[in-house]
């Protein structure tokens, strides 16, 4: 069942990409993983997913510690607590939801202290949704310059999660403007930045997400089947 699945979405990806001009090499499936055993993800591992996208420091401990970083990429996707920080150097590759400078800084500090770097992209809340994570698309300039000087933290890119919608048209604007908002940014050229990534689309649009440009789509049910909370 999950390697049919992952055939079915990466035949959607490629179908996609080709369809509106883009290299479908551009689009990194990030299997969610969230809610899941090591069983599970080991099933998809061999179903070929690359990228592993996991939202809660605490369950992705003991899963990376079992399965390891061999051949793939562990990208943290949740709301990340300033005092969890510490733990994310070890286990993480990318860390797709930076939502403020604040927690930008933290991390800058903590990777300074162990001389490393944590690439990231920031988290913007597009829709303007009070009950979502991220920093208003305004700030954003502002934020990656103050950033672009921090030596403890890469910036990648941006990452967005629209309001929930069961029709995917619906989360078109957000992911142009999302893109736009990108487009603008990069042409600011701030030194030590990059913005190649754009992290959005999920199980229900993210076909959409791609043809807007995508480079990272987060994709759970999709792969997985309902996660167990929702069962
Ligand atoms: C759970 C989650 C996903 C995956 O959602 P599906 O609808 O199951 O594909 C994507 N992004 C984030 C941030 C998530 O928390």
């Known amino acids: 069942m999950i390697a049919k699945n992952f055939e079915q979405v990466h035949r959607h990806i490629v179908g996609t990409a080709e369809r509106v001009g883009r290299n479908p090499g551009d689009v990194r499936l990030v299997a969610v993983t969230k809610e ?25 401990q003991g899963k990376i510690e079992t ?20 733990f994310i150097f070890d286990l993480f590759d990318l860390i797709h939801s930076v939502d403020s400078a604040a927690l930008a800084e933290a991390i800058h500090e903590k990777a300074q202290a162990r001389g490393t ?7 913007v809340n597009v829709s303007g949704e009070a009950s979502k994570f991220g920093m208003d698309p305004d700030d954003a300039p502002e934020v990656i310059h103050r ?44 030194p030590n930045v990059s913005l190649d990534e754009l992290s959005m689309g999920m199980s229900n649009d993210y ?5 807007e440009g995508a480079t ?16």
């Not at 770097?117 to 988290?123: E, F, H, K, N, T």
């Open 36 to 60: 899941h055993d090591t069983d599970t993800i080991a099933e998809g591992l061999r179903a070929g997913a690359k990228v592993l996208g996991e939202n809660k420091i605490q369950d992705a």
């Open 67 to 86: 399965l390891g970083h061999d051949g793939m990429e562990w990208h943290f996707i949740g709301h990340l607590q300033k005092n969890k920080v510490k």
């Open 117 to 123: 770097c944590m690439p990231i992209l920031l988290q």
């Open 147 to 190: 950033l672009a000087s921090f030596g403890g933290v890469k910036i990648k890119g941006l990452m967005t999660i629209p309001p929930f919608d069961a029709d995917p048209e619906k989360s078109r604007p957000y992911y142009v403007r999302l893109r736009e908002l990108r487009d603008s940014c990069a042409k600011l050229a701030f």
């Open 207 to 211: 076909e959409v997400a791609i043809e």
């Open 216 to 231: 990272l789509v987060r994709v759970g049910t999709a792969l997985f089947g309902p996660r167990p909370s929702t069962k």
